[in-house]
């Protein structure tokens, strides 16, 4: 009797305890703090007064110094940079304390953490973020509108005109400037001059310029060993682990050119299943297996580059400082010439343009804020220093006359290729389409899907993921 | 015969004071639990009821989720990889297993050095593995530089759709073998040597011993080994995720991964609550199956 007593009276207990727990368990989760009201879509951006001074970082009412936290994807030349420039800015600021975290440099990595932090609670108060993952934390709200009195400007419009035409779009909602740029980046073609040179060819004059040249010019200067391609002229990054995103980016420029779009205009539905984009898909299907000038299972092609056995790749200015960092030899050998274009091109564009802003954090305390806003000014003042230690381009319209740019010839290759050319489009699904996209190549790649049917299932998948908006 | 009020309260004093400290005993094991079991478990039944994407509140949608499941054929296909990736590892894992604790049972030279090596890859972190293991299967790795030249092949091991899962099953069963050969050496172990010696005595051959004696009494270990193996392989992701990212166009994407990427790439908490539900319900199933056969299968030496 004892013992079932003893029994009971446990299971109660022990009960009890476990509902005491689960109800507590079930009070509502922490929620990233909201943002202050965003101006309305159809209001003009909110300024601030012109006689208004620009916010000031204080410190916090205790007398201890604020503290602010930023965070940053990896890359090393830029790194470096980022560290002198907090350092100055603290010794200007000493009532601000900078914590710099570097998060991985894989975008999809980054931006997983990042957007975890948020559910959490603990993002970080001002941050760096590529375009096409922002547009959940613009919808929500979750981040702060640029303050262009910080930078001396009473409107945003002033503010804007210091930089060049379009490439601040990227960071836009309903007109509203969320970010400055740390980097605008398309992807042009890097070429290797000695690789040329050594196949008998001149890159200047050789170089692709269009489509339809790359499969000749593979033709010369692939090498074969053991059945193995060894030496590729050029290859496309084709959506695999190392690089999930930038294919996309390259492919749909290619599909621009020949008129295509990503979405309707107005953006209830997809375009992907439309003959420039089946176009560009077949193409690069017709590389890896018509041709066999290209395959998507050796070493991406951006890495090969650099190893010294691919003479040509697609990527962005920063590319140069990299290769200088894993490989200073093949660095010398660089040439970057224009994305090439279709014969029948009806749109004379590059590769999709993508960014990365530097935003704040709506949630954090208005102090923070206001220290972050002045950080971010601080590492928007010095595109120079950017460009030539790390090769990033902060689109400042008085780029071009700085020195750092006028040294470097591959510049202004990437600036003509922006010209005409656009975002991918700062979607809140955006991030979700790019992944899309990524799988409907693999399926075009490694199992030869038709590239009709392949962008008919993405097609499909991404109307679905717009239904759901 | 009656007991005095003294005795009586004395007794109690023993039972209540047995059960205060059997309760403190427990009680840490129960608020473990509670919080890192049952707490998200039920959490994420919940958020399987609700659109949630980690930005906002998560609103009430009730079987949403659940109906989507149904026509998400990514989902399926993921589901299809995981029975895949599950069957084809607990079968030869099962095999090689148990095969080497037949070999490791026995006595000679050197045993304790090869067990030893063949328990080795069991230490080693799933992500180191998974690291070490793209390396080997690179097109110009290894792996096709040595076996890939001899037999005049060059498999794309994880960019070839037909191939990846296979590779990926591979690199499960040398790293989990070694652990599931203790497990059935200790079963071995565990079985009389009379029965051993009585078959002998009536004739038997070692295959007759193994199939006539070993086996029927290794069936509580056997069952544990397979569910045990399935149980994990429904739990698989790090090597999906280091190796392939479930590509390529997801042939290697498996329900934990799709999980992940749901939840954290593409910010639908709602949905991969919903499809971590389906997966525990699947591992319920397993396990009460294990116990249900276990229970009818117990052995007794007596």
Redesign the interface.
């Known amino acids: 009797m004892s013992t079932s007593r003893s029994f009971r009276s446990f299971m109660m207990v022990s009960l009890l305890i476990i509902a005491s727990l689960l109800l507590a368990a079930c009070a509502p989760v922490a929620q990233p703090t909201q943002a202050p009201a965003q101006p309305a879509a159809t209001e003009a951006p909110a300024q601030p007064a012109a006689t208004e001074a620009p916010a000031q970082p204080t410190a916090a009412p205790s007398g201890e110094k604020t503290k602010i936290v930023f965070w940053s994807h990896d890359f090393p030349p830029r790194e470096k940079l980022d560290r002198k420039f907090m350092d100055q800015f603290m010794a200007d600021n000493p009532n601000v304390e900078i914590e710099y975290v570097l998060g991985p440099g894989d975008d999809v990595q980054y931006i997983t953490k990042l957007m975890t932090a948020f559910a959490g609670g603990e993002a970080p108060d001002c941050f760096n973020l590529i375009t096409f993952s922002t547009g959940p934390l613009l919808e929500q709200g979750l981040v702060a509108p640029v303050d262009p009195k910080v930078y001396g400007f009473n409107t945003q419009d002033e503010l804007e005109k210091t930089y060049v035409i379009g490439t601040l779009e990227g960071f836009k909602k309903d007109n509203v400037l969320y970010a400055m740029p740390s980097e605008v980046s398309i992807y042009s073609l890097f070429q290797n001059k000695q690789m040329y040179a050594d196949a008998g060819l001149d890159v200047e004059k050789d170089y692709p310029k269009t489509w339809e040249d790359l499969v000749p010019l593979a033709q010369k200067m692939n090498k074969e060993e053991n059945g193995q391609l060894v030496k590729r002229a050029f290859d496309f990054t084709y959506g695999m682990p190392e690089d999930a995103t930038s294919p996309v980016l390259s492919v749909a420029g290619m599909a621009y050119q020949l008129g295509g779009k990503l979405l309707s205009d107005d953006g209830k539905e997809s375009l992907v299943n439309t003959e420039p984009w089946v176009k560009s898909f077949q193409f690069i299907q017709d590389w890896v297996y018509k041709e066999k000038a290209g395959n998507p299972a050796l070493t991406v092609a951006f890495v090969d580059f650099y190893q010294g056995n691919t003479a040509g790749t697609l990527s962005g200015s920063w590319y140069s400082s990299y290769v200088k960092e894993q490989n200073p030899a093949v660095a010398e050998q660089i040439v970057v010439k224009p994305f090439p274009q279709w014969k029948d091109a009806t749109n004379k564009n590059g590769a999709l343009m993508y960014a990365y802003g530097l935003f704040t954090n709506a949630g954090s305390s208005p102090e923070k804020q206001a220290a972050c806003q002045l950080l971010i000014k601080e590492l928007s003042s010095h595109p120079e220093d950017y460009l030539r230690d790390a090769g990033l381009l902060q689109s400042r319209a008085d780029l071009p006359e700085t020195e750092a740019f006028k040294q470097d010839p591959t510049l202004p290759v990437f600036l003509a290729d922006m010209e005409g050319t656009p975002y991918f489009p700062a979607h809140p699904k955006a991030f979700e389409m790019l992944d899309v996209l990524t799988r409907a190549l693999q399926r075009v790649v490694t199992e030869q899907q038709d590239p009709q049917a392949s962008l008919d299932a993405a097609k499909a998948e991404i109307d679905a993921l717009l239904q759901q908006q | 015969m009656a007991t005095s009020p003294t005795e009586h309260r004395s ?1 109690w004093n023993f ?1 209540t004071r ?2 205060i400290w ?2 403190i005993f ?2 840490p094991v ?2 473990f639990f ?2 890192f079991a ?2 998200p478990m ?2 994420a039944f ?1 958020y399987s009821l609700t659109d949630y ?6 609103v009430f949608n009730g079987l949403a989720s659940y109906e989507r499941l149904l026509t998400d054929s990514r989902f399926l296909i993921a589901l299809k990889n995981t029975f895949v990736y599950a069957i084809g590892s607990a079968i030869p894992i099962f095999v090689i297993s148990l095969g080497l604790a037949l070999v490791f049972s026995r006595e000679f030279r050197g045993r304790n050095l090869l067990r030893t090596l063949y328990f080795a890859p069991v230490i080693l972190a799933g992500v180191v593995v998974a690291m070490v293991w793209r390396v080997i299967y ?3 790795g290894p792996l096709n530089s040595t076996i890939g ?1 001899l037999l005049n092949i ?1 498999p ?1 091991w ?4 037909a191939v990846a899962p296979w590779s990926i099953i591979g690199i499960n069963v040398w790293q989990s073998v070694g652990f599931y050969m203790i497990i059935f050496i200790a079963g071995l172990q565990a079985i009389p040597q009379d029965f051993y010696d009585a078959a002998k005595v009536d004739g038997a051959s070692s295959w007759q011993s193994f199939w006539h004696v070993t086996l029927p009494l290794l069936k509580p270990t056997s069952l544990f080994v397979m569910v045990i193996t399935l149980i994990n392989c429904f739990q698989a992701f790090t090597y999906q995720y280091v ?3 479930g ?5 290697t994407n498996v329900i934990g991964l799709y999980v992940y990427q749901n939840a ?4 639908r ?1 709602g949905y991969a609550a919903a499809i971590s539900v389906v997966l525990f319900i699947i591992i319920i199933i397993l396990t009460l199956v294990q116990l249900r056969v276990t229970r009818s299968e117990e052995v007794s030496y007596v």
């Open positions: 007794r039972y047995r059960q059997g309760f427990v009680l129960m608020i509670t919080i049952f707490y039920l959490s919940y994407n980690l930005l906002k509140p998560p690179h097109p110009y030249q060059a794309n994880l960019t070839d759709r190796m392939t990212k590509g390529p166009s997801d042939a954290f790439q593409y910010l908490m």
